[in-house]
């Protein structure tokens, strides 16, 4: 009978610690491992086949590959405590049942092995602290670094600049709201891909300097071994030597509302050479593009111009909170259907789109559109959805409006 006993606990014991190592398998695999991230297609990227989907990824970089032989000492040597631990204690359930006629020992404390079990414990501890020290030191190390990139993050993008050139652009999600609300096929990349990925050369010393706007994000990319809070009015640093070209994807890893899973981040790594090239062919788009701002200035579009640019921008910048019909999302984000804003005063519309809501999720997008855009999308909203204000609003008009706000804040 107790033969019985003994063993049906026994094999619960041994159930159970098998659906433990299931859960926590899969555990790894959905927080550590980057197979979902890592390309493996041409930009000549990697491949990194021969890292297990269970594990984390031996990346791309040398603190990255650190990161991944310190995981995998800590790993094993757990592996060896839990085999000599849970050994001994099956051997002892096992050897010394009741069945068998085993009497419990009746002693008191002994001295030597109260020494030997504290003693043991922690040598392995400074065994396990000592390389995994070096390694944090060494991934906090930003010195003597050849290029520094700033990274903002907001709801729901990031924003990235170059401080030893004049490069600056948003990186928002471009797969397709289509897509998102599953009217059309998922793409290889979904809600991965980015219209403007990060470009940054290989074999250089990267920083890192990232914040926020608004609340904590996090700025992750596994195959770097990057992972690092952007928190606003603080500034963290990082940092990164990518060792082979390719495109390399992450994620925000800090949830940071509704729209979390909506933040991707898609590095593209080169050549020096190669970069160099892009950085100076940005500069000049970028340099292009103020001009033509300038020039919309002095532009005067019809309606259907208007409505087409304004509803273009509004699906890119606006649905994802206020939703492609203009309902929004009750509670949480206004309507801008029948909405009070949009049917009155247009130059307190254009306020809130140029300045944002403080203490709201509606940012200031002043510095993200163009003076033609936002006066496409107030256009828009003050005409979709049943609006129909007849309202047209034109770049000049928020220009001037904008002009007359930084007069008065100047005075």
């Not at 491992?33 to 930009?43: D, G, I, K, V």
């Not at 289509?178 to 940054?200: F, M, P, R």
């Not at 992750?220 to 640093?237: H, L, M, Q, R, S």
Request: glycine share 6%; aromatic share 8%; charged share 20%.
């Amino acid at each position: 009978m107790h033969d019985h006993t003994v063993m049906r606990s026994f094999k619960q014991i041994i159930t159970n610690l098998k659906l433990r190592s299931c859960s926590v398998v899969v555990g790894v695999q959905l927080m550590l491992s980057s197979s979902a991230f890592a390309e493996t297609a041409p930009l000549s990227e990697p491949s990194l086949s021969s890292s297990s989907s269970f594990n984390m990824t031996q990346g791309v970089t040398e603190i990255s590959g650190k990161v991944f032989h310190l995981h995998m000492l800590i790993f094993y040597i757990c592996v060896a405590i839990a085999v000599v631990v849970f050994g001994v204690m099956f051997y002892s359930i096992i050897k010394h049942r009741k069945s068998k006629g085993a009497v419990a020992a009746n002693f008191h404390e002994s001295t030597k092995v109260e020494i030997i079990w504290t003693v043991i414990p922690i040598l392995i501890l400074i065994g396990m602290a000592i390389p995994a020290t070096k390694t944090l030191i060494e991934m906090e190390d930003t010195s003597e670094s050849e290029l520094t990139v700033k990274i903002t993050g907001s709801q729901w993008k990031w924003h990235y600049s170059y401080f030893e050139h004049d490069v600056e652009f948003f990186s928002y999600l471009s797969t397709s709201n289509e897509q998102i609300e599953g009217t059309d096929k998922k793409g290889e990349h979904y809600l991965l891909e980015v219209d403007n990925a990060l470009v940054l050369p290989i074999g250089k010393k990267i920083r890192f300097l990232m914040t926020s706007d608004d609340v904590i994000h996090s700025w992750w990319v596994p195959d770097f071994a990057v992972k690092k809070d952007t928190i606003p009015g603080f500034i963290n640093e990082a940092w990164t030597k990518i060792d082979k070209p390719g495109i390399y994807r992450g994620q925000c890893a800090e949830l940071c509302g509704r729209n979390h899973g909506f933040m991707p981040i898609v590095v593209k790594a080169v050549q020096a050479d190669e970069f160099d090239a892009w950085i100076a062919d940005k500069e000049q788009q970028l340099a292009e593009q103020k001009r033509q701002q300038q020039q919309a200035l002095q532009k005067t579009l019809s309606m259907d111009e208007l409505m087409t640019l304004g509803k273009e921008v509004y699906e890119g910048r606006c649905a994802v909170c206020h939703q492609s019909n203009g309902l929004g999302v009750a509670n949480v984000f206004p309507a801008m259907k029948g909405s009070t804003v949009v049917l009155g005063d247009v130059n307190g519309h254009i306020d809130i789109i140029v300045n944002g809501v403080s203490g709201t999720a509606m940012q200031a997008f002043g510095t993200q559109l163009t003076a033609e855009e936002i006066a496409a999308v107030v256009t828009y909203e003050r005409n979709a959805w049943d609006n129909n204000t007849g309202d047209l609003v034109q770049a000049s008009d928020v220009a001037t409006q904008i002009n007359a706000q930084t007069n008065v804040e100047g005075e």
